[in-house]
C-alpha cells in the first residue's frame, strides 16, 4: 500500500475517536483552566499545523489554543512539536500517548480521555 494511502487510512481511523473526545476534552480543559473551551472554526476536522489533530480554544479568545485532541504522531514536524509542547494533548490511549511524546519530546502536558462506546 503506498505511504499517502497508508495515511489516509490512518486518518479516517483516527476521525471517530478525535469525534468522541471532542466535546469531553472541552469540558475538561474548561474545568481546568476555569474558562470554557470549544472546538476551533465552523470544520472542526484536522489542522495541519496541530498534525491533524483538533485544536480546542478558548470561548474568550479564538486565538488562545488549550488544547489538541489526537494529533497524528507521523504528522508531527518539529515547528508542530514546538506548538504542541504549549497545549494539552488529549490522547485517547497509553500507546497514542508514547507515540506522540516519541515524536514532541518537549511536550509534558497529556490527558488521557477513553471514549464512549455506543451500546
Known amino acids: 500500500m503506498p505511504a499517502t ?7 479516517e481511523a483516527s476521525l471517530p475517536v478525535q469525534t468522541a473526545l471532542r466535546w469531553p ?3 475538561a480543559l474548561g474545568m481546568r483552566y476555569g474558562s470554557a473551551a470549544t472546538i476551533r ?3 472542526s476536522a484536522w489542522d495541519e499545523s496541530r498534525a491533524m489533530g483538533v485544536p480546542l480554544v478558548s470561548v474568550n479568545d479564538s486565538r488562545h ?3 489538541v485532541v489526537c494529533p497524528v504522531a507521523s504528522r508531527i514536524t518539529p515547528s508542530i512539536a514546538a506548538r504542541l509542547a ?10 497514542e500517548q508514547a507515540r506522540i511524546a516519541a515524536a514532541c519530546w518537549r511536550a509534558r ?3 488521557l480521555l ?3 462506546r455506543k451500546n
Not at 494511502?5 to 486518518?11: F, P
Not at 504549549?86 to 500507546?95: F, N
Open 109 to 111: 502536558d497529556f490527558l
Open 86 to 95: 504549549r497545549v494539552v494533548i488529549v490522547v485517547a490511549s497509553e500507546r
Open 5 to 11: 494511502d497508508t495515511l489516509s487510512s490512518s486518518l
Open 114 to 116: 477513553t471514549p464512549q
Open 25 to 27: 476534552a472541552c469540558e
Open 41 to 43: 472554526g465552523k470544520d
Open 65 to 67: 489554543v488549550l488544547g
